[in-house]
Every structure is written in C-alpha cells, then in structure tokens.
C-alpha cells in the first residue's frame, strides 16, 4: 500500500494514562501543524487521540481538503465510527476538562456520512504518523 500523502494525520501526547495531554493535526502535503491544543487538567490517551480525530475532521471540511484524517488509534476510531465513547475515566474536578472535550468532539462529529472523512493509519505499513509526538520509549 502506498503511504496516503493528502489529508490530515492527527495524534496525541499524553504525560501519563491519565495525564497532561495534547493532541494536533498535520497537513499530510506540506507537513505544516494546522491545530494543537492542551486539553488542562488530567486527561486519558483514548480521549486526547478521539477529540484529535474530530478536530481533524473539522478542519478536512473546513479547509475543504481532499483525503482523509488519519489516526493510529483504533479506540479513536471506533468512537468515531459508534459515534459513542466507552472512558472509564473518573469524574473528578481534575478530570472535567477531559469531558468537556470528550462532550464537545461527540457533538462535533458530521451528521451525515460521517464514517467518508476518516482512515487508520498502520504505522507497521507507513512509518510513524506525522503528527506524533516522539514520546515513545
């Protein structure tokens, strides 16, 4: 398979499950960041790489871009795709930010033929995607 080159790939970094966590998206032709946020507070991996992938998604329709938005994460994605999430994350004040944003994505996903805007991403197939943090150990 060839590695996609238009669209927008989306990931997160999370200090910590749960932890301080950012997400951004990057432009698959020019490799610039078009988005980056910190969601304040605790926040888990799962939510951090689901709010991403609908931020995504937002700026693909936006910006009127042609491809997809392509996360590496299947939790993200199947999310997306039931337009529901399954967090375990405790409710606690510490944690209010990661719901606000795990509400604010589930409000944001498309409508109609929500499930054309998105992709998975292999990393075994095309290398680490383009909007990873480098965290890895």
Request: hydrophobic letters at 35%.
């Amino acid at each position: 398979m060839e590695r996609p080159s238009k669209g927008i790939a989306v990931d997160c970094g999370c200090r910590g499950n749960p932890g301080k966590a950012e997400y951004r998206g990057v432009d698959l032709e020019t490799g610039k960041v078009l988005f980056e946020y910190k969601i304040p507070g605790l926040c888990t991996n799962n939510i951090a790489e689901f709010a991403a992938l609908v931020e995504g998604v937002k700026w693909l329709i936006l910006l009127q871009k042609e491809g997809k938005v392509y996360s590496d994460s299947q939790t993200a994605l199947s999310w997306y795709k039931n337009k529901a999430h399954k967090s375990k994350l405790e409710k606690t004040g510490s944690t209010q930010n990661a719901f606000l944003a795990l509400a604010k994505a589930l409000r944001h996903i498309p409508i109609m033929n929500h499930r054309k805007y998105v992709e998975f991403w292999s990393n075994k197939l095309y290398g680490e995607i383009p909007a990873d943090y480098n965290r890895k150990k």
